[in-house]
């Protein structure tokens, strides 16, 4: 009787933990640092919005560029002139 009533409790208590951690893990990560940052392009640093220039190809793609990485392709560009 003992040995049913401790695998009982094992069992609730193991459904408890999953569930506990499900929810830990599916919580999204609404920081606000997070919100407001993107990867550039090019390099693939992150920065807030306001340092990056936005592109937009076609009707859904988004370009990010850094300041950096716009002056390497414009010397790129330079020399080849």
């Known amino acids: 009787m003992i040995v049913t009533l401790l695998a009982t409790a094992f069992l609730i208590l193991m459904a408890l933990v999953a569930l506990f951690g499900y929810k830990i893990l599916v919580k999204p ?3 606000v640092e997070g919100l407001n940052t993107e990867q ?6 992150k920065f807030t919005k306001d340092q990056l220039i936005l592109r937009q190809i076609g009707d859904y793609k ?3 560029f850094c300041q950096n990485c ?3 392709l414009y010397s790129e560009i330079s020399v080849k002139n």
Do not use: D, E, P
Not at 40 to 45: D, G, L, S, V
């Open 62 to 64: 988004l370009l990010f």
């Open 29 to 31: 990560n609404t920081s």
């Open 40 to 45: 550039c392009t090019i390099c693939r640093k």
């Open 70 to 72: 716009v002056m390497g």
